[in-house]
């Protein structure tokens, strides 16, 4: 559980807003809103990035072990001109609920799962509307991103797939290849045809014996269906890197310069 006896760290002009409904209306959550330097002082439109697993991701506070620090390096990678100015909006998990959420099908091996869809409903349905209508965004779909890790991984690259048409940007970190027996890995396998998304995958070398075959073989089946290495599919192994969010933050830098890439004249 977090440890509520930490101070918080959000850095930057962070909205918060609560209890935010949820599709099956029963799981209401918070959503944080960062927003980029000079926001208040532009009339400027700015990409948004989704990003599952919520309170995790700005602040220390509410973090399960560790936060990702996504504010802070954002900040900096803002004020250098390495990225472009975006929109962060940090999603809150379920609690109990996660599991369910976060996995596109039952997994008989655990009992539970397959609450993606719904789930994925009140994101694209309910919370886009929302922070379109609130905020000064980009919202066609080469300038809205989605992200996690874990079984966040699991969700962003399953509901990206099927909403291909609303997020043109994935950061798939960790993803948890695993369940159901690799049931990702057929959702890639059954694509009728590639989708034009640019993909950041990736995973640690110090998470587990199966990992780096599973997050291979995840590879595998997006380059077999089109996405170019190095090109709109970016593959990272970290050496050393387990599955924790202190491994996590340190890939946040990464993704997002190859996400949103600075479009400036002074770009570095």
Same mark, same amino acid.
């Given at each position: 559980?977090?440890?509520?006896?930490?101070?918080?760290?959000?850095?930057?002009?962070?909205?918060? /807003?609560?209890?935010?409904? *949820? +599709?099956?209306?029963?799981?209401?959550?918070?959503?944080?809103?960062?927003? #980029?330097?000079?926001?208040?002082?532009?009339?400027?439109?700015?990409?948004?990035?989704? =990003? /599952?697993?919520?309170?995790?991701?700005?602040?220390? +506070?509410?973090?399960?072990?560790?936060?990702? $620090?996504?504010?802070?390096?954002?900040?900096?990678?803002?004020?250098?001109?390495?990225? !472009? #100015?975006?929109?962060?909006?940090?999603?809150?998990?379920?609690?109990?609920?996660?599991?369910?959420?976060?996995?596109?099908?039952?997994? #008989?091996?655990?009992?539970?799962? $397959?609450?993606?869809?719904?789930?994925?409903?009140?994101?694209?349905?309910?919370?886009?509307?929302?922070?379109?209508?609130?905020?000064?965004?980009?919202?066609?779909?080469?300038?809205?991103?989605?992200?996690?890790?874990?079984?966040?991984?699991?969700?962003? %690259?399953? %509901?990206?797939?099927?909403?291909?048409?609303?997020?043109?940007?994935?950061?798939?970190?960790?993803?948890?290849? &695993? &369940?159901?027996?690799?049931?990702?890995?057929?959702?890639?396998?059954?694509?009728?045809?590639?989708?034009?998304?640019?993909?950041? =995958?990736?995973? $640690?070398?110090?998470?587990?014996?199966?990992?780096?075959?599973?997050?291979?073989?995840?590879?595998?089946? %997006?380059? +077999?269906?089109?996405?170019?290495?190095?090109?709109?599919?970016?593959?990272?192994?970290?050496?050393?890197?387990?599955?924790? !969010?202190? *491994? &996590?933050?340190?890939?946040?830098?990464?993704? =997002?310069?190859?996400?949103?890439?600075?479009?400036?004249?002074?770009?570095?």
């Amino acid at each position: 559980m977090p440890d509520r006896t930490r101070p918080h760290t959000l850095t930057g002009d962070i909205r918060v /807003h609560q209890s935010f409904p *949820s +599709a099956d209306g029963q799981h209401d959550r918070t959503v944080l809103v960062y927003l #980029p330097p000079g926001y208040e002082a532009a009339e400027e439109r700015y990409p948004v990035l989704y =990003l /599952h697993d919520g309170q995790n991701v700005f602040d220390q +506070a509410t973090a399960f072990a560790d936060e990702w $620090g996504v504010d802070e390096t954002a900040q900096q990678l803002i004020a250098t001109r390495r990225i !472009e #100015p975006l929109i962060i909006v940090a999603i809150s998990n379920a609690g109990d609920r996660r599991v369910d959420e976060y996995t596109p099908t039952v997994n #008989p091996a655990v009992g539970g799962g $397959g609450g993606a869809d719904i789930y994925g409903c009140m994101v694209v349905d309910d919370l886009k509307p929302f922070i379109d209508a609130t905020y000064r965004t980009r919202p066609d779909v080469t300038n809205t991103a989605m992200g996690g890790s874990s079984l966040g991984g699991l969700v962003t %690259l399953y %509901l990206g797939l099927r909403y291909a048409t609303t997020f043109g940007k994935l950061a798939v970190l960790s993803p948890s290849v &695993w &369940w159901d027996d690799g049931a990702i890995v057929r959702v890639v396998d059954a694509l009728s045809t590639k989708t034009s998304q640019r993909i950041w =995958l990736d995973a $640690g070398t110090r998470e587990g014996a199966d990992v780096i075959p599973d997050i291979r073989r995840l590879r595998d089946a %997006l380059v +077999a269906k089109g996405w170019s290495i190095a090109g709109d599919l970016m593959y990272f192994e970290a050496r050393g890197g387990e599955h924790n !969010e202190r *491994s &996590w933050a340190k890939r946040v830098g990464p993704f =997002l310069k190859f996400l949103f890439p600075s479009r400036g004249p002074d770009a570095r």
